[in-house]
């Protein structure tokens, strides 16, 4: 069989197929390269005006999906979502509820300072003017009136108590008492005891008379009371009206179109005249809060408390980094003066949610669904399409303090999730509501066709990595290398990776190196220096692993033959580097009933797929040479020096290899390495890590030697998937090392047995001078011992018998 062409080992660039010098001549991308179909999905999503139309972007991390999302929405017009301006400000009715207030975008702001300045006009103008001589004037002509009445209605009972000898004395703040006079000194109880029955019975009747009329003139006195303070409030309304009214006139006439506005500014010009000593009296508590929450020291009851203000026409567009339940739905602030918690409207605090409404929000699925709450508020504000301001404590009932009930906002808003398949298949297994409200799934593409057109398009997307990250631009070979490189990432000749992270970390380094190197572009030898360099970083526990190839510690041979003993290759991963390694596999065979014993699934070291493997190649065994006789020869199976869990079927083939060599007694070359999966039809099946494997016992011969022989046999179908790295190409291109690829494991025995497998006749019966004769004879001659040995122990029975 022939080695493999050097072209098929590695599929380079061709300069030709980019038209252009460097990425400096060409245009940035609006766009995520290859990812037409999630495009789409996010395109219909965010152009459904109906609810429940969510995203899900489903794809592993590093594939763009938060970039592709901005940059959609950044050149996404968007005439249907409305935004505006939310605030919430006191309710004069029930302080609890705060009122909310939607305005159109730019308006909140606008609000915010015209009440601003009123309240900093009525700090300075109210005090001013509720001292003023022409103020002070009026209420004590006001009180001098009241108290002109209450004199002269006291003295008329005073008078007519005179009259009859009785004292009207002030006893108490509004408390009146009668006292009968014995001259001019009140009566004492002795000398009252003193007067006659008839003196007696007078004053008392007098005094009865008399506490009728002080009762009324008492009503009285109270009514006028009442009529003093109406008019004391009057003219605090009026004089409050001279300094307010025309300017919360003139704030009416402007918010005219929002009858929500106007309704709160005519409740602010109600409650003023009813809070005056807000204005009047220092409040400690008042001064309190606007300190605490780093406010200006204003009354705060006329404040408004702006949560959320668009600068611009622009649809909001929210990423929430972390989605706890206090930054995505709000919150309420509390301050503490002196012992004491407080808290008003003002202190009321919006979450991303907010920020978001009318527009996208974007989130991490994981971070969405480890927060505590966060999950069924978030699927609950959806349904419900409005935003309720509930501290967290009082979803746990662990705090008793008084809290705030703010109106609901109302809720327009797009959620795009970011998150893996396993994440969403959860979601969509567990949580029947999932699936309602993120009707559309964004399945973002891991790689994408490798064509000359393809390879411009990807050009374009390093220029653009180039621009968005301010690196060196790249020349054509470093442009032509990174492709390459994304193809080795991608497994793939025929397709690219469309793994931007792992693009954009292998820019970044070599715009390092480049840069280290006084260049002013990069180029492909400052590609390969970070790739190396990566690559060195990366290498600890593999160089290790290859150290105990070189001191003997493992043992690996590379050259001659051995029965029952083949190199299959396995693919070790640490940490993001995978790197490839030689085992040593060997078979032996013995007199039984045919059974293989896979000595890893036996002591448990072996994985479920592992053992799979082992069974098929079993069953292929007994399809071949136990059609009709069973087989006498069993044999045990195991990877030497493994001392860890072993799991995948890509060894089967090598596995058949030394069972065959084993049950046939021929030797198989060392100097071949050999990896692939089978089926029960001897048809051999792609594996994973074509290039590390190769790589791997290649590095293994250079360590052992190289002879001009060595080479690796891989499955036909992993062919496609050769990116080599250029020590192995190079190798190769000398002659020193070879690659085959085979399609059936009848190709693969001949390959390493260095005898024809051989093809059964009519009667099922091999060929001599090839392998599955050997085992057909072999297998023949031990089914010949068994009937011999049958034969004797009946002959020996009858004997005993007759005897």
Not at 448 to 455: G, I, K, N, Y
Not at 575 to 597: H, I, K, P, Q
Request: net charge negative; aromatic share 8%.
């Amino acid at each position: 069989m022939k080695a493999l062409p050097l072209n098929q080992l590695y599929k380079a660039c061709v300069l030709k197929d980019l038209p252009f010098k460097t990425t400096r001549q060409l245009d940035p991308l609006a766009e995520i390269v290859g990812q037409n179909r999630a495009q789409e999905a996010v395109r219909f999503a965010l152009s459904m005006p109906h609810g429940g139309y969510n995203v899900y972007a489903v794809g592993r991390n590093g594939l763009g999906k938060r970039t592709m999302m901005l940059r959609y929405l950044e050149h996404h017009s968007d005439e249907e979502h409305r935004i505006h301006d939310w605030c919430y400000v006191a309710n004069f009715d029930d302080p609890r509820v705060p009122r909310m207030l939607c305005l159109p975008a730019g308006e909140g702001a606008n609000l915010k300072q015209d009440m601003e300045k009123l309240m900093s006009r009525l700090v300075k103008m109210i005090p001013q003017t509720f001292d003023s001589d022409n103020f002070l004037e009026r209420a004590e002509q006001l009180k001098n009136e009241y108290g002109k009445k209450q004199e002269d209605e006291l003295e008329k009972v005073a008078n007519q108590a005179k009259r009859r000898k009785v004292s009207l004395t002030l006893t108490t703040p509004g408390g009146y008492r009668l006292v009968a006079m014995n001259g001019d000194e009140a009566h004492t109880a002795e000398t009252f005891a003193r007067l006659t029955e008839a003196q007696r019975n007078k004053f008392e009747e007098d005094i009865n008379k008399l506490e009728k009329k002080l009762r009324q003139a008492v009503r009285k006195i109270a009514d006028w009371e009442q009529e003093y303070a109406e008019k004391q409030q009057a003219l605090n309304q009026e004089t409050l009206e001279s300094i307010s009214g025309h300017q919360i006139d003139e704030l009416t006439a402007r918010y005219e179109s929002l009858p929500d506005v106007v309704a709160y500014l005519e409740a602010v010009r109600r409650d003023l005249a009813e809070n005056l000593d807000i204005f009047l009296d220092d409040n400690e508590e008042q001064a309190a809060i606007a300190y605490a929450s780093l406010d200006k020291k204003m009354p705060r009851r006329y404040l408004v408390n702006l949560l959320v203000h668009q600068k611009t026409d622009e649809v909001p567009v929210v990423v929430e980094d972390n989605p706890t339940y206090h930054n995505l739905f709000g919150y309420v602030e509390n301050v503490t003066f002196k012992g004491t918690v407080f808290t008003d409207y003002s202190l009321i605090r919006p979450g991303s949610l907010h920020r978001a409404n009318g527009g996208y929000l974007l989130m991490d699925a994981i971070k969405v669904l480890e927060q505590p709450f966060v999950w069924d508020g978030l699927k609950r504000t959806l349904r419900g399409k409005s935003i309720m301001i509930n501290s967290l404590e009082r979803e746990l009932t662990l705090s008793g303090t008084i809290s705030l009930e703010p109106e609901a906002i109302p809720l327009d808003v797009k959620i795009v999730l970011f998150g893996d398949r396993e994440t969403w298949m959860l979601l969509q297994e567990y949580d029947p509501e999932f699936a309602e409200l993120f009707r559309v799934t964004a399945d973002f593409e891991n790689e994408m066709r490798r064509t000359p057109e393809s390879q411009v398009l990807y050009a374009k997307f390093i220029a653009s990595l180039v621009h968005e990250k301010s690196l060196l631009h790249c020349d054509r070979k470093a442009v032509a290398r990174i492709i390459e490189y994304s193809s080795r990432t991608a497994e793939h000749q025929g397709r690219l990776s469309l793994h931007a992270a792992d693009i954009a970390n292998l820019l970044r380094e070599s715009d390092y190196w480049a840069r280290q190197a006084g260049a002013r572009l990069i180029h492909a030898d400052h590609v390969e220096q970070a790739l190396a360099s990566a690559r060195y970083r990366s290498s600890r526990i593999r160089d290790q692993f290859y150290d105990a190839v070189r001191d003997g510690s493992t043992l690996v041979t590379t050259e001659g033959k051995r029965t029952g003993q083949v190199n299959a290759l396995s693919v070790l991963s640490t940490g993001g580097f995978e790197f490839g390694l030689s085992n040593r596999v060997t078979a032996t065979c013995y007199y039984g009933d045919g059974d293989v014993m896979d000595i890893e699934r036996d002591v448990k070291l072996g994985g479920n797929i592992h053992s799979k493997g082992v069974m098929i190649l079993s069953a292929w065994l007994s399809s071949r040479f136990a059609r009709k006789d069973p087989m006498h020869l069993s044999a045990s199976l195991t990877f030497e020096q493994n001392y860890g869990e072993v799991d995948g079927d890509s060894a089967s083939v090598a596995e058949l290899c030394a069972l065959v060599s084993a049950l046939a007694d021929i030797p198989v070359r060392q100097d071949l390495a050999i990896t692939g999966s089978m089926n029960q039809f001897g048809e051999i099946q792609p594996i994973g890590g074509a290039n590390e494997k190769i790589e791997g016992f290649f590095e293994t011969c250079v360590i052992k030697g190289l002879t001009g022989t060595q080479g690796v046999v891989i499955p036909a179908t992993n062919v496609q998937n050769l990116m080599l790295d250029s020590q192995v190409v190079n190798a190769v291109r000398e002659g020193q090392f070879h690659i085959y690829s085979v399609h059936t494991v009848e190709q693969a025995i001949e390959l390493l047995l260095g005898k024809p497998a051989g093809r059964a006749d009519r009667k099922g019966n091999y060929p001599r001078g090839t392998v599955f004769g050997a085992i057909a004879k072999r297998l023949a001659d031990m089914r010949e011992h068994e009937r011999q040995e049958h034969d004797a122990h009946s002959g020996a029975a009858k004997d005993s018998t007759i005897h």
